[in-house]
Nanobody, 120 residues
């Protein structure tokens, strides 16, 4: 089982990025898929998650209204559209699956992470 995240980069404040995470090795269409991030010197934190069959999204308060999570089960892929980015969004972003809730410890499978840097 592998999760491959991509789409990170350097962007100015107010800009946008779209992250992708492709799962391989098995199907995750029935599983919750989530995005987490870890900023410099910080603990890994929840960003967003989306239900497997309901597609119901949940967001951290810090990104609500700016980020949108979506998924394409046919492609075993989850996306994170990030808009109006702020310097405090700078972090390594990780996708995860086979889990529940907002705690990173609740998820079994993780991608390798993709760096997002927002300059002021």
């Amino acid at each position: 089982v592998q999760l491959q995240a991509s789409g990170g980069g350097l962007v100015q404040a107010g800009g946008s990025l779209r992250l992708s995470c492709v799962a391989s090795g098995r199907t995750f269409s029935g599983e919750i898929m989530g995005w987490f991030r870890q900023g410099p010197g910080k603990e890994r934190e929840f960003v967003a998650r989306i239900g497997g069959s309901t597609f119901n999204p949940t967001y951290a308060n810090s990104v609500k209204g700016r980020f949108t999570i979506s998924r394409d089960n046919a492609k075993n892929t989850v996306y994170l559209q990030m808009s109006n980015l702020k310097p405090e969004d700078t972090a390594v972003y990780y996708c995860a699956t086979r889990g529940h809730g907002s705690s990173p410890t609740n998820y079994d499978y993780w991608g390798q992470g993709t760096q997002v840097t927002v300059s002021s």
